[in-house]
């Protein structure tokens, strides 16, 4: 959606309004920073988000300060970032990075169907390590009760990406410095497991070969 | 310093305010999500930050209206997060992230000597990527007078981390599910040359063996 918000006045051509593209980087990203302002005081949340159809999902406890502020129906502005590289230029000015980015405008809404949020909490989990929810206990009412759920609609946003080699300025494309870009990835170790298991379980595909 | 907004009501053994910490996360993040408010309408805008001394730096172009914004001194929230593992626990409850975080509170002052100005772009570069500055042109005058530069004070801010395995409930731990850590990290991939350099330089160590 349109909004001037969302209107880009820098460099438009790196910002779209493509829902699919705003979707791949959500469905990528595992943590979103959660922007609103109590006042004029503004607060910035990392949380662990999910994607749920043309919602975002957001969580806390429900004691949580901030995220009861959330649940009133403040204006919301979430940024997701994912790296991808950074741009080695020939002049210093130029330097750069490469990223995919969301910035989502909105007011989040409080699920309290206690079906809902257990179908989102499922999500939020399956979310972050796709095939986990096989092998966990799901909530129960105690622990359903204890986590306040948000939905955010995904309708007011802009997506900014860059990619590519620098852009330099003609005056210096003679330079013989390198330059170029270094990719930048996101890894798993090798899972460490918990010591306080009883025996010693084979670790899970989904842990062994995770990748985002 | 303590503040209001500082202060933890969650899970405050999780929570510090010192300063040394934040320096370590703040000095290995590439990317902030700096926050503020215009009116009621909250703005989270990804950027590259560099601390130098007891100041985080932040840029963008002079004609950029949101960071013309901060640069009028209202109040700004810069979250900086580094993530380090899931956490997969026996209860879908207590799937959690392992993290370093840093909340700053603050007024951005705008940085105007050209001077100043001329090391602070340096100390971008080199914080993004080390050794770099010496192989590329410095900005002249009118790249740095289309710069704009801000120091955020690091006074009031909090450090938030989780490290470890997970924490079940008593209930739980009998449970001979797989649980434990996947660590996360950055690394980066073989640097990709632009193709319009003339010639073929050498990669330069900084960025053959870019770690973060």
Not at 22 to 43: E, R, S, T
Request: glycine share 8%.
């Amino acid at each position: 959606m349109s909004d001037p918000r969302t209107r880009p006045r820098q460099l438009p051509e790196r910002v779209s309004d493509d829902f699919e593209a705003a979707c791949a980087i959500l469905d990528q990203a595992l943590v979103a920073h959660v922007g609103f302002c109590d006042g004029d005081q503004p607060y910035v949340l990392p949380m662990a988000s999910a994607r749920v159809g043309h919602d975002l999902i957001l969580h806390g406890a429900v004691a949580g300060r901030l995220l009861t502020r959330l649940a009133e129906g403040v204006e919301v502005c979430v940024g997701v970032t994912l790296l991808d590289g950074l741009v080695l230029s020939r002049a210093a000015f130029g330097h750069s990075m490469n990223y995919r980015s969301v910035m989502l405008f909105g007011r989040a809404v409080e699920v309290t169907d206690p079906g809902t949020k257990a179908q989102l909490a499922h999500a939020l989990v399956e979310h972050i390590v796709p095939g986990r929810m096989a092998d966990t206990r799901p909530p129960d009412d105690r622990e359903l009760a204890a986590t306040r759920l948000l939905r955010l609609p995904i309708e007011t946003f802009s997506v900014k990406q860059r990619s590519g080699p620098p852009q330099d300025a003609a005056k210096d494309m003679a330079s013989t410095t390198w330059c170029g870009e270094i990719p930048l990835h996101q890894v798993a170790g090798d899972p460490v497991p918990d010591p306080a298991m009883p025996g010693d379980p084979a670790v899970p595909a989904y842990a062994k070969r995770y990748r985002r």
